[in-house]
């Protein structure tokens, strides 16, 4: 059970680096029609894009060659202005899935149900309930915001914000706007963060159920014990909603 679990668990991280990964592709190819009638300008920004959608692909948005990558400028004159804005927006998709990764790569997160944290932190749970708060905020917080950067007035905010003439910004929005499912792809978010939120819900179902029965389990080994039956049948059922 415990392996199907985290299987279920990597299953859903990699469903969310998936879905950054597209908005970053489909990024990628909007700004490289705009840059195809200058072939040297083009040559040198899709290197550079080559370059960042391999870190992309592999969630290694940390990456210190990558950031250095995100920020220089390899082009001039009105090319430097839509690789600017490419490349910020990129930054703040690459900034959202790190935190996003962050969160579901935390070991604390698998361990909220182990022995040991019922040994450490119960049967009070502090910490515990703590942990769960925070990280759910954080969860939600971090998706709402990736979810408004997929928004076709926050792409657009990307190339004003570098002056791009209008000529350029409505080629901008139709090919990037255009191409990005925005109800589509949030619906997607929205699913696969649902999914880890229902985890740590019912988590803390569990931590809530250990706190009101304190006087009635203890930790023998590796297992919880609990003083009869039907307390023991209430955390079984709890556990299998997992």
């Known amino acids: 059970m ?8 990597m299953k859903k991280r990699t469903k969310i680096l998936i879905i950054v990964g597209v908005i970053v592709l489909i990024m990628i190819a909007g700004i490289l ?9 083009n040559e040198l ?8 959608e391999s870190y992309a692909q592999s969630g290694d948005s940390n990456n210190e060659e990558l950031q250095a990558i995100l ?18 927006y990129l930054t703040d998709i690459l900034d959202k899935q790190e ?37 759910r905020t954080n969860l939600n917080q971090y998706t709402e915001e990736l979810t408004q950067l997929i928004s076709e007035e926050k792409i657009l905010s990307y190339a004003e914000n ?27 978010l929205d699913g696969s963060i649902g999914e880890i939120t229902k985890i740590l819900d019912t988590a803390e179902k569990i931590i809530d159920f250990l706190m009101q029965n304190k006087s009635h389990w203890t930790v023998e080994g590796e ?7 039907q307390l ?8 299998a909603e997992l």
């Open 2 to 9: 415990k392996n199907e679990r985290e299987m279920d668990k």
């Open 33 to 41: 029609y705009l840059v195809a009638l200058d072939e040297k300008q």
């Open 45 to 52: 920004l899709t290197e550079e894009l080559a370059k960042i």
């Open 71 to 88: 920020n220089r400028t390899v082009t001039t004159g009105d090319y430097a202005k839509i690789e600017k804005a490419c490349k910020q």
């Open 99 to 135: 935190k996003i990764k962050q969160i579901l790569e935390d070991e604390k997160l698998t361990k909220i149900l182990s022995v040991e944290n019922y040994q450490v932190d119960g049967p009070e749970f502090v910490s515990t309930k703590e942990y769960i708060t925070t990280t």
């Open 162 to 188: 570098q002056g791009m003439d209008s000529t350029d910004i409505e080629i901008y929005r139709q090919e990037l706007t255009d191409q990005i499912n925005e109800e589509e792809l949030k619906n997607e």
């Open 223 to 229: 297992n919880i014990i609990f003083e009869n039956q």
């Open 232 to 239: 023991s049948d209430q955390y079984n059922t709890l556990i």
